[in-house]
């Protein structure tokens, strides 16, 4: 094996160009420009986002963690400390929107210098190859655009990274303090969201795999389960359910559910993934000139069993995916749900090729990892529309981003409308894009999908009802939501040329005649500013609705 510092963009033993602390600076610089640049060309604050900033509000109004002021409480999220810390921002008084952003940059920050360390400290790397993962993660859309988003899938993925270094580093310095800061970091990130759970008890198996017994654990574990204990405990008697309703809502498609997540992880290889083989040419290259790197290879493979630094952050990844497709994977932009956990993957796959590099020739590694890099970025342009076919059952990449943001304006345009119109908090409106709407319009929204309803969430549905559609736009009951006599019904967000004076929904024959005799569709002229869209927004008012009358209508 050739020494660390043969390991580089150079072309041989001792002449990497990154040598030098200055290049090795300069180049870091250039990386975090990238990411910085990338951020802001794809950052929106998601329309699901939203609805931890409603919980947030309740909660800084001291109303508690409800959906609607005045019913029961409700888990329609699935962030728990990440509405705390919305709910700490509105209380301050500060832009919860914006400033869930500035976390989100913050967190992905603090992401790459763990990756960074990890790559220095654990897997011996040189200052220059150690950037080799972070400039994959800064032309990553998803690593990107979810530091954007508002959510808090970024602060997870910091403390999923943190605490898994954490525990890696158990195994180099032997030192139980590393175990008892993995176990706080993982209270952390299982407080975050409920799959650092999941994470936790993964590590909990490699651990004892591979130290052959649970002993050095133990004080770790109970940290964990003191703590987290604690938390359990209180939320499932607060809320009466041991998962959020949100995964009630979310799951139970069974076998078409996993396929969809077998299409879902597809293309997310595809188009994530697989362009990292790119970056094994080079390593190849000796090969096919007979230059014997058949070994190397051989003993990347052993490396990957000894050493825990490559093995525990591979493994994660690997069962995590694996958990994604059992959920049946996500509909929003940019694969989501993989973005925790792509720091892993590139920490991985980029610190193993920047170590068995100096076998091969200067110029097909850094042609390898240039194309990497290009095919990965790919994904945040215009051209993949052009180039990619539409995901089913899923936003996209770029597109996807494109769709998030139509979304979240459009809705706010809507909630902004029904602000003016209601008179009175208590009355409602039934809508199946609750989060945007339900934080500008600050009026009781009834959710037609289940996330935060849980009659909803646990109702029984017959075999194959569920699973192949729009992951989490599946369920619902029409006859429960009518009988909740809303003021308002919002089935569409599209605006159209001339105002409907007919309500153009299909609905099944019952209800039909409920909304024929309790509701009249209504028609407003709305401007999109920022779509660059206006015309007539329909939806339906129940008769003997108290709310105000239509504001901006259009003179004719």
């Known amino acids: 094996m050739s020494s660390q510092s043969d390991v580089g963009f150079g072309s041989g033993p001792g002449t990497s160009v990154l040598s030098g602390s200055a290049a090795t600076t300069l180049l870091a610089a250039l990386i975090l420009a990238v990411f910085v640049v990338h951020f802001l060309f794809l950052a929106v604050v998601a329309e699901d986002a939203f609805i931890s900033f409603r919980f947030a509000q309740n909660v800084a109004g001291g109303h508690g963690f409800l959906w609607n002021i005045g019913e029961a409480p409700v888990e329609g999220y699935t962030n728990f400390l990440w509405v705390v810390i919305a709910a700490g921002l509105i209380a301050t008084g500060l832009d919860v929107a914006l400033f869930s952003q500035v976390i989100g940059f913050l967190a992905a920050l603090g992401t790459m210098g763990v990756v960074y360390i990890w790559g220095r400290r654990l897997l011996g790397l040189e200052p220059g190859p150690a950037l080799i993962p972070l400039a994959l993660l800064a032309v990553a859309g998803p690593?990107?655009?979810?530091?954007?988003?508002?959510?808090?899938?970024?602060?997870?993925?910091?403390?999923?990274?943190?605490?898994?270094?954490?525990?890696?580093?158990?195994?180099?310095?032997?030192?139980?303090?590393?175990?008892?800061?993995?176990?706080?970091?993982?209270?952390?990130?299982?407080?975050?969201?409920?799959?650092?759970?999941?994470?936790?008890?993964?590590?909990?198996?490699?651990?004892?795999?591979?130290?052959?017994?649970?002993?050095?654990?133990?004080?770790?574990?109970?940290?964990?389960?003191?703590?987290?204990?604690?938390?359990?405990?209180?939320?499932?008697?607060?809320?009466?359910?041991?998962?959020?309703?949100?995964?009630?809502?979310?799951?139970?498609?069974?076998?078409?559910?996993?396929?969809?997540?077998?299409?879902?992880?597809?293309?997310?290889?595809?188009?994530?993934?697989?362009?990292?083989?790119?970056?094994?040419?080079?390593?190849?290259?000796?090969?096919?000139?007979?230059?014997?790197?058949?070994?190397?290879?051989?003993?990347?493979?052993?490396?990957?069993?000894?050493?825990?630094?490559?093995?525990?952050?591979?493994?994660?990844?690997?069962?995590?995916?694996?958990?994604?497709?059992?959920?049946?994977?996500?509909?929003?932009?940019?694969?989501?749900?993989?973005?925790?956990?792509?720091?892993?993957?590139?920490?991985?796959?980029?610190?193993?090729?920047?170590?068995?590099?100096?076998?091969a020739p200067r110029w097909p590694r850094l042609a390898g990892l240039a194309a990497t890099l290009v095919l990965i970025a790919l994904q945040s342009t215009p051209l993949e529309a052009r180039l990619l076919p539409q995901i089913p059952n899923n936003h996209g990449t770029w597109r996807g981003v494109g769709v998030e943001r139509w979304h979240a304006q459009r809705l706010r345009v809507i909630g902004e409308y029904f602000q003016s119109l209601r008179t009175d908090y208590d009355q409602s409106l039934a809508t199946d894009a609750i989060g945007v709407i339900a934080f500008v319009a600050d009026m009781k929204i009834i959710g037609k999908h289940g996330l935060v309803d849980v009659h909803i969430a646990h109702k029984e549905f017959a075999p194959g009802e569920l699973g192949s559609g729009l992951p989490g736009h599946e369920r619902g009951d029409l006859d429960y939501i009518l009988s909740k006599r809303p003021d308002f019904y919002m089935y569409n967000r599209a605006f159209t040329e001339?105002?409907?004076?007919?309500?153009?929904?299909?609905?099944?024959?019952?209800?039909?005649?409920?909304?024929?005799?309790?509701?009249?569709?209504?028609?407003?002229?709305?401007?999109?500013?920022?779509?660059?869209?206006?015309?007539?927004?329909?939806?339906?008012r129940r008769k003997d609705s108290a709310a105000g009358s239509p504001t901006g209508e259009r003179a004719d």
């Not at 158990?170 to 999941?198: D, H, K, N, Y």
């Open 498 to 540: 001339e105002p409907l004076a007919e309500q153009p929904a299909p609905f099944p024959a019952e209800a039909a005649a409920i909304v024929a005799a309790e509701y009249a569709p209504e028609s407003v002229y709305l401007e999109d500013a920022l779509n660059g869209e206006a015309g007539y927004f329909t939806y339906l």
């Open 143 to 359: 690593f990107a655009t979810w530091a954007g988003s508002g959510m808090e899938t970024t602060l997870f993925g910091f403390f999923l990274t943190l605490g898994i270094f954490c525990f890696v580093s158990f195994w180099q310095a032997r030192r139980p303090g590393w175990l008892l800061a993995a176990a706080g970091v993982f209270v952390l990130a299982s407080m975050t969201r409920p799959e650092g759970v999941i994470v936790f008890i993964m590590l909990g198996t490699l651990g004892i795999l591979l130290e052959r017994g649970i002993r050095p654990f133990l004080a770790a574990l109970g940290l964990y389960l003191v703590v987290f204990g604690a938390y359990f405990a209180w939320r499932y008697s607060y809320f009466g359910y041991p998962l959020p309703n949100t995964f009630y809502a979310k799951t139970g498609g069974g076998m078409a559910q996993v396929m969809r997540g077998v299409s879902h992880a597809k293309y997310f290889v595809a188009y994530y993934a697989a362009p990292l083989g790119l970056m094994l040419l080079p390593i190849l290259w000796p090969m096919l000139r007979g230059a014997g790197a058949m070994p190397r290879i051989m003993e990347l493979r052993l490396v990957a069993q000894r050493n825990a630094a490559w093995l525990v952050p591979l493994a994660v990844f690997s069962g995590y995916g694996a958990y994604i497709v059992a959920v049946g994977g996500d509909y929003m932009a940019m694969f989501r749900f993989f973005a925790p956990v792509l720091p892993l993957l590139y920490l991985v796959f980029g610190a193993a090729v920047a170590r068995y590099w100096a076998a």
